[in-house]
């Protein structure tokens, strides 16, 4: 009876040793293959809507683990499912595979020596956002849980999205496009999960923040109409480059002048002016671009109505005419990245299990945009999203190369922290604990 009662002692001891195989062991398990697929997208960086290397890889890969893989969604997306032995709930987990039109200049054996057309141009080609880091993390995730099959709790859906940095003109696609496209049309997740690299934080280190973490984006346009002339005579014309001037100052008031800023902060940024073709030529017309960043939709409605305002008087005055073109439906703009709060405490404490509490800090509102919040919207579940930090230990992250940068370089280290992290939260999440 003795001996009886032991044996089952022991081997209900393995069994639970077994099942509690630490989320930072799973990461461990896979980081072999892992470390080569980043490596190996690193090198073979494809622009956004032209991910079609990469998304074979992973819908091969994703097959090759069991999972149920759908293709083509919005272009090069690719979705794997798993249904796991045990009872729990629905995931969804996303990475993004776009790379940049930026030329690298990090010195690594795997440096990309990619080229690609962007706007007309042959472009060098980057991960310069970390999305290999991503691609390569997520198919390291769906190993371990194809590994934990029959272990695991209820059921993944895998998003790997093409086009977070923005599809190119004409185009459409990314988080939004995926929707569309029908991704949650047979597999409605109770809740979507997220994560990005970023240098501001040393490796070792993951953070978030609830509620609004990162801002909604509006991109404006605006032509203005003048007249053309010599630039000689330019009472003869109406100058659109003046009035154009005029309209980018009176905008500096909106955040300054009419915003509450106790609430939340704002953004707008003109990032384009364009116009005429010669120095002596007071041109027709002249355009102006850029974007706004808000976390308050109140502050949002301000900013576009003021903007619009702004841009018609200031015309008005100069007796010249303004489009003004704001996006028209909510595919055209990014949301507020919001990290529901309940959920999010959840999440924190599983990332501070994963990593202990001294590693999980908060983040900073950030303004930035993501087109992830377009996966939580149409999945009508809440998400959260947090950040991995990949600037090697002893450097001054504040100082490091910003993600976009053509140095932005991603410590290798972050690689096992996103997954055991990712890992802990979605294990935790899918058994409802
Ligand atoms: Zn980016
Ligand atoms: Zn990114």
Same mark, same amino acid.
């Given at each position: 009876m003795r001996r009886i009662l032991s044996a089952f002692i022991l081997s209900s001891l393995c069994a639970a040793v077994g099942a509690a195989e630490s989320s930072n062991e799973l990461a461990q398990n896979v980081l072999p293959e892992v470390t080569k697929w980043r490596r190996d997208f690193h090198q073979h960086p @494809? /622009?956004?809507? !032209?991910?079609? !290397?990469?998304?074979?890889i992973v819908a091969d890969e994703l097959k090759k683990l069991g999972y149920n893989v759908r293709s083509g969604i919005a272009h090069t997306g690719v979705t794997g499912v798993l249904k796991g032995g045990k009872p729990g709930r629905k995931l969804a987990i996303r990475a993004d595979m776009d790379a940049l039109p930026v030329t690298e200049q990090v010195d690594l054996p795997f440096a990309s020596k990619a080229t690609g057309e962007y706007l007309g141009k042959s472009v060098g080609v980057m991960h310069a956002c970390g999305h290999d880091a991503h691609t390569a993390m997520l198919l390291g995730i769906a190993e371990a849980f194809a590994k934990m099959k029959n272990d695991l709790p209820g059921e993944v859906m895998l998003v790997f999205q093409p086009a977070e940095e923005g599809v190119p003109p004409g185009e459409t696609g990314g988080a939004p496009g995926m929707v569309r496209d029908g991704v949650f049309k047979d597999f409605k997740p109770d809740a979507v999960f997220g994560m990005h690299v970023v240098s501001a934080y040393n490796v070792g280190v993951v953070a978030l923040r609830p509620a609004g973490a990162m801002a909604s984006s509006d991109t404006f346009r605006m032509t203005v109409h003048g007249k053309q002339s010599h630039g000689a005579v330019p009472w003869k014309g109406i100058d659109p480059i003046v009035t154009a001037a005029e309209i980018v100052t009176s905008a500096q008031t909106i955040v300054s002048r009419q915003l509450d800023i106790n609430k939340a902060p704002a953004v707008v940024t003109f990032g384009t002016f364009n116009g005429g073709s010669r120095f002596n030529i007071v041109p027709d017309s002249a355009d102006l671009a850029g974007t706004i960043r808000t976390f308050d939709e109140g502050m949002r409605k301000q900013v576009i109505a003021s903007l619009t305002n702004i841009a018609e008087h200031v015309a008005a005055a100069n007796g010249a005419t303004v489009d003004v073109k704001m996006p028209q439906s909510d595919e055209e703009r990014n949301p507020v990245n919001y990290n529901d709060p309940a959920l999010t405490a959840r *999440? !924190?404490?599983? /990332? @501070?299990?994963? /990593?202990?509490? @001294?590693? *999980?800090?908060?983040? @900073?509102r950030w303004t930035a945009s993501e087109d992830f919040p377009h996966l939580a919207i149409g999945a009508k579940a809440p998400s959260v999203y947090f950040f991995v930090g990949t600037t090697p230990a002893g450097q001054d992250a504040a100082a490091a190369p910003a993600n976009h940068s053509p140095k932005f370089f991603v410590d290798e280290g972050a690689l096992p922290v996103g997954m055991s992290a990712m890992l802990q939260a979605s294990l935790d999440f899918l058994a409802g604990t």
């Open positions: @494809e /622009l956004s809507n !032209r991910e079609t !290397r990469t998304s074979k *999440v !924190r404490a599983s /990332l @501070e299990k994963a /990593l202990g509490k @001294e590693h *999980v800090i908060e983040a @900073e």
